[in-house]
């Protein structure tokens, strides 16, 4: 007969969504051992593993019960969504304990098409070696994802409306769990129809303001892209308190230092669009520092029409600081971003970035892409395709540690006596 040895894995908290439910099961039929711990009812509706367990203790004791978990199954590797959320930052520290490899997975670095998983850290925490000297000797290529996604906002809007409600309901079970955003899911629900509403709203103001971009006001205007109000990229990644004073940082130094035929293009994050506006904030400034006309507020641009009438983008840490470069549009970055580089971003203050500028060095920026591409970027979605994205999952684990996911070992073992006997007479 022959014997699985079988490597066991575990889930943290994943997207919202079923994918984690859908990769273990694929890592299951694969012949891993997988487990998943739940931290609240909304990670419980979605769950799915070999072996799951539910943490309901508070966050003073997940460490020590995490080490032991690791401990007593002899788990390998974690997956997990998302590096800075509290309870995946204390896993962190216990898998570096353990020397246990800590997966992170994150929305796709060179989206469309593609998800991001790297070990350790993902955005400025990643661990690879970006410095210029590795990246001069990339040789690049076309990064390009063979199979499309496709939109998935409405799955989205179904499983962390799904999610939000089952944590409601199973909130006495979890007695101890904290979460890192907003959790009720009457006031999550009221937040998406309000985005919703308000897309409609400005749809036509931001169509028409696309045109004037591509027309009068070619080649005269600067675009901020601002940030989801509590993410990691702010709250972990940047000096910055909230996105209004990025914002007020930001437009003082334009009306200082910007040529005065400028405009500033100020663009809301379709994901914090139910949750936050700014308009109140950037008229007090267009009073304050009489920019009357020179300060425009929009939502939803499509930004590839537009990028080759702009004259820069600012940013704290956008995925909009990328496509920008991809285009060739100088951009300054205000937190801590991977692409932070010489010869990429402009490293000049953001008062002289307004005149002067630093071009972007094109070959640089596709040896950069070739890297992230090759290294971290995964063809699938977190909320659709899920057959391709498991199997694309296990086989990117394969190549970067072969040593944890080769496929289980068939071990040959002597069958007993009575076994063979019995097939003999048979």
Known sequence: MKQVVSTDLLFLQGPLGPFFR??????????????RINFNAGDRFYSGADIVHDYAGTPEGWSQY?????????????FLMGDCRLYHRMAKQVCESLD??????????????????EEGGVNAL????????????????KCQSPVSVGPTMRSRTV??????WAALLGERDFPGYQHHRAFHPVVEGAKWIKGSLRKNRTRFRDSVLERELQTELSGRFYMVALQVHDDSQMRYHSDYDSVEAFITETVHSFA???PKDTVLVLKHHPMDRGYTHYGLHIKALELELNLAGRLVYCHDLRLPGVYNHCRGVVTVNSTVGPSALLHHIPVKVMGKAMYDLPGL????????????????DSMLFRQLQTYLFDQTQINGSFFSHYDLTCCNVLAFCQQRWPEIFALPAQVETIAPVAAMETAAAA
Do not use: M
């Open 22 to 35: 859908e990769l273990a099961g694929y890592l299951s039929q694969q012949g891993f051992c997988t487990h």
């Open 66 to 78: 995490l080490k032991q978990y690791i401990q007593r199954h002899d788990i390998r590797a974690i």
């Open 100 to 117: 246990v490899r800590v997966l992170v997975f994150e929305e796709g670095y060179l989206r469309p098409d593609t998800i991001t998983l």
């Open 126 to 141: 990643t661990g690879l070696d970006l410095s210029l000297e590795h990246l001069k000797n990339i040789l690049p290529h």
């Open 159 to 164: 499983y962390a409306s799904a999610y939000y």
């Open 256 to 258: 200082r230092h910007a």
């Open 345 to 360: 971003t402009s490293q000049c203050s953001l008062d002289n970035f307004w005149s002067q500028p630093e071009p972007v």
